[in-house]
């Protein structure tokens, strides 16, 4: 089933994450959505199974084509992202493999911005390349090159804003002006990073927006999914590709994430406030080298992020003064931040790239890819945070104190030997 959602214009987000797609009374009087625990559904009579095939009716027909949970969450996820209609997943994974197999065929060429989700980056450059998809992929600060990338073949650009890990932001109004010259193109923004509170990738004029509910949307660590919002008719293609490939979000997942949406706002806000607030702390710290955060005036995509965004968001990167291993003793300092994958969830996270979403890879591979032994992924949740800045301050004291102890071992090498040397006289 595919009804399309006009999104209610007149409400603003915060309402509309409270009220979109969901009744103020429904059949059973409830003020929540139900939970319809159910893998099909009943028709009174074959009479009503032929209205519903030859659409003289719309109903729920089969769980894999379709659930009203879900329906209200996606519903609810059209109306924040301002998108005409929704297709909700099992996981972010799920949305953006069954969104490429939908609009991709044989010979198209997609372009990919570089310092994104790998899996992403795997599924476009090893399976899509396995049915005749090429790909080229640039770098994801650099709207010119992402613009000259664009051929005559080219299908779709994919890309995330701001990216994981070093939170580059897409020059949207550059990209779109290349789209001019490439009508057919479709400009695809995973702003699983962004959510809908901070960026609008939809009204500045992308054709699809996706992303991984499991973060920000859903936003208490407890539920895999993933959304992709957009126009009618490029979400009803996906969805029928959902309805072949068949990576449905389950009903509890959906009233989860249906719970979790109604504080996005709150919780944004929140995690807005705290990242900035950190980062600009961090970035004060000897420890760290360098720090990259949308919000901060060193970052190199500012002058982007404070045209495109009205907030940057709860993940901050920064780079330890450290080696791998140092730098893995520090994070095992966290009294709060729990050593996990994954963010926007209202625990925070905290996790070393070099050995969780890049573990495998040798330093080098790692190095190639522009992740290095020192870097750490902070993903702020809505702790109070002078908590979130203490826990902070025990890793960076692990740091300090090897540096203290490695420069008190060499200036008591320098005494001996210039010991050794005045004996030596
Ligand atoms: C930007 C981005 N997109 C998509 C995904 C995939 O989402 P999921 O884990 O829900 O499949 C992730 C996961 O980490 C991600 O960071």
């Not at 919002?229 to 979000?249: F, H, M, T």
């Not at 330890?320 to 520090?330: E, G, I, K, Q």
């Not at 210039?418 to 030596?424: A, I, K, L, M, Q």
Request: aromatic share 4%.
């Amino acid at each position: 089933m595919s009804t399309q959602v006009t999104p209610k214009k007149k409400n603003r987000l915060a309402t509309l994450a409270v009220r979109a797609g969901q009744p103020r009374k429904d059949a059973l009087d409830a003020v929540t959505t139900p939970i319809a625990c159910t893998a099909t559904y009943a028709f009174g009579s074959s009479a009503e199974l032929r209205d519903h095939f030859e659409g003289r009716i719309t109903r729920h027909e089969y769980g894999r084509y379709g659930n009203p949970t879900v329906r209200a969450a996606e519903e609810k996820l059209a109306a924040l992202d301002g998108g005409q209609d929704a297709a909700l997943f099992g996981s972010g994974m799920a949305a953006i493999t069954t969104a490429l197999f939908a609009l991709l065929q044989k010979g198209d060429h997609v372009v990919l911005t570089g310092d994104g989700y790998r899996r992403t980056r795997a599924f476009v450059t090893q399976v899509l390349a396995r049915f005749g998809v090429e790909s080229t992929i640039v770098g994801a600060g650099d709207a010119r090159a992402i613009g000259e990338a664009i051929g005559d073949k080219t299908r779709i650009v994919l890309t995330e804003s701001p990216t994981n890990p070093y939170l580059r932001v897409v020059d949207l109004a550059a990209l779109l002006q290349a789209k001019r010259l490439h009508p057919r193109v479709k400009i695809l923004i995973d702003a699983t990073f962004a959510t809908p509170v901070n960026q609008r990738p939809l009204e500045q004029g992308a054709d699809l927006v996706l992303h991984s509910c499991t973060k920000y949307l859903g936003g208490h660590n407890d539920l895999l999914a993933g959304v992709v919002v957009g126009d009618g008719a490029l979400v009803s293609l996906v969805r029928e590709a959902r309805d072949v490939l068949g990576g449905v979000l389950d009903p509890h997942a959906a009233y989860l994430l249906l719970r979790g949406l109604k504080t996005l706002p709150l919780r944004v806000e929140r995690q807005n406030t705290t990242g900035l607030a950190i980062a600009r702390w961090l970035e004060a710290q000897p420890e760290v080298e360098r720090v990259y955060y949308p919000g901060l005036t060193s970052h190199p995509d500012h002058a982007v992020a404070v045209r495109s965004m009205t907030g940057f968001g709860g993940v901050v990167s920064f780079v330890l003064r450290a080696d791998l291993d140092l730098t893995a003793r520090a994070l095992d300092a966290c009294e709060l931040a729990t050593i996990a994958p994954s963010l926007g969830g209202v625990e925070t996270l905290i996790e070393q790239p070099a050995i969780m979403s890049y573990y495998g890879l040798t330093s080098e591979e790692r190095a190639a890819l522009g992740i290095r032994d020192g870097l750490v992924r902070l993903a702020v949740g809505v702790e109070d945070a002078d908590d979130i800045r203490e826990d902070l301050e025990r890793v960076l004291r692990v740091v300090s104190d090897d540096s203290n102890t490695k420069s008190k071992s060499s200036d008591t090498t320098k005494k001996a030997a210039r010991e050794v040397v005045s004996h030596g006289n």
